[in-house]
């Protein structure tokens, strides 16, 4: 079968490398916002395009005889790419664009839970323009999350505490969003650890993936402005450090109600993968927010660890089948570590030569923003690539991604404490006072 993967970063190359594995015959093409090496040695060709816009997506499907498309980013899913490509015969993993509003719209999603009584959803209030807004934050005193409603790469996000330190600073921000013509949800900030919990959704069935912590903060001991993702870390229990089995459970049950909210809402079931971002509580785990696709670092720690077969996965999601499919992950932890450009997220070096020639496993080397210039890899100006280290134990795991994203040269920097046991126990006791 011929398949049209869509996008071109690492997720994607986590993803053209299940793709590879499956033992069905398959032609994988993929349509890139840039020259990915690692997507291109794996598929029959790549060509670069934009990816956002559907008549062109659907065109090149056609072209290439493509019967199944796996949408990547989150961009084409919100332009409605899905959607056109289902109109014109070709099954799809990835959400339609009314359903991808989970990821899309803020407000939508804190709707959605109060509307279907969901547990998870905290205080929250969408606004508009400036009217309440200083009500709404004494309302919530000193712990409140400012989120711009929309897409912004995971940077639209203020949390008082860490980017806000006043009312005052909360209020420059709203109004920044105000003058963008932008409509911004204020809620109640959660106390606890961040988790991700990714599910394959067929529409009515779900199959979960093992739990991961990201890490937002460009900087060591988790400082800086925030990223779409420094690096990840899962155990070999497809657990947390942190985490009781019933924190999996209630992530669980929240990401199968909220598939099945959406197919009340709109007649018809969510297609892709589920990604619920989680915060573990002193009551119970809470919802931050939902992305309509898999993560990025995430896939990199899950995909690898599947024991089964991706394809197979895809249809099965595509043809609401999923039931049928045996869905397991290897008992292994993983620890992802991106090597980013210097001056990165805000201003970040462009076009400067990388040397990847001293990564000893390469098949755990994934390319990200890059491209291809006089026959040289250069940094293209995001998250460039990334390296896996998997393992028995999370310690070991980080040791290797640690020696191996080192080894990556050029003018980059990365964070060597993710995955390290001195960030691990902060976390576990962290959650233990809160308990």
Not at 34 to 53: R, S, Y
Not at 208 to 214: I, K, S
Not at 255 to 272: I, P, Q, V
Not at 290 to 307: I, S
Request: hydrophobic letters at 40%.
């Amino acid at each position: 079968m011929k398949i049209l993967l869509i996008g071109s970063g690492a997720r994607e190359h986590a993803i053209a490398r299940a793709l590879d594995r499956s033992l069905h015959e398959k032609e994988i093409y993929c349509l890139a916002s840039n020259m990915n090496p690692g997507i291109a040695e794996l598929c029959h060709e790549l060509t670069v395009g934009n990816i956002n816009d559907s008549e062109f997506v659907v065109n090149h499907a056609n072209e290439v005889g493509a019967s199944l498309a796996i949408v990547g980013p989150e961009n084409p899913l919100a332009t409605g790419v899905a959607d056109t490509l289902w109109d014109a015969g070709i099954k799809v993993v990835g959400p339609k664009k009314n359903l991808a509003q989970i990821e899309t719209s803020k407000t939508f999603t804190r709707n959605l839970l109060e509307e279907y009584n969901i547990p998870g959803d905290p205080k929250y209030k969408t606004f508009n323009s400036m009217s309440g807004v200083l009500e709404f934050l004494n309302v919530l005193g000193e712990n409140y999350v400012v989120k711009y409603d929309g897409l912004a790469g995971g940077k639209g996000v203020k949390v008082s505490g860490d980017h806000i330190h006043s009312h005052n600073e909360a209020l420059a921000y709203c109004q920044e969003l105000v003058d963008k013509d932008g409509e911004f949800v204020i809620e109640e900030k959660f106390i606890g650890q961040e988790f991700s919990l990714m599910s394959f959704c067929d529409g009515e069935t779900l199959k979960h993936m093992p739990a991961v912590q990201d890490h937002k903060r460009a900087y060591e001991g988790d400082t800086g402005p925030n990223t779409g993702g420094m690096g990840t870390y899962s155990n070999a229990d497809h657990s947390l450090p942190f985490l009781t089995n019933e924190d999996i459970a209630e992530a669980q049950a929240i990401n199968m109600a909220t598939a099945k909210a959406l197919k009340n809402k709109f007649g018809e079931g969510y297609k892709g993968v589920l990604y619920g971002g989680f915060m573990a509580t002193a009551d119970g785990v809470k919802l931050i927010e939902y992305n309509a696709r898999f993560g990025d670092p995430e896939a990199m720690n899950v995909l690898p660890l599947l024991d089964a077969d991706f394809i197979e996965i895809c249809n099965s999601i595509a043809d609401g089948t999923l039931n049928s499919v045996d869905v397991q992950f290897q008992n292994k932890a993983t620890v992802c570590k991106y090597a980013v450009p210097e001056g990165y997220p805000e201003k970040p070096v462009k076009g400067k030569p990388i040397d990847v020639s001293n990564v000893v496993n390469t098949d755990d080397l994934f390319y990200a923003s890059v491209d291809i210039q006089n026959g040289q890899l250069v940094e293209a100006g995001s998250r460039t690539v990334a390296v896996v280290g998997i393992a028995n134990t999370i310690s070991e795991a980080e040791k290797i991604a640690e020696n191996e994203i080192s080894a990556v040269e050029g003018p980059l920097f990365h964070r060597t404490d993710i995955g390290s046991m001195q960030l691990v126990n902060k976390r576990v006791e962290h959650m233990d006072s809160l308990r």
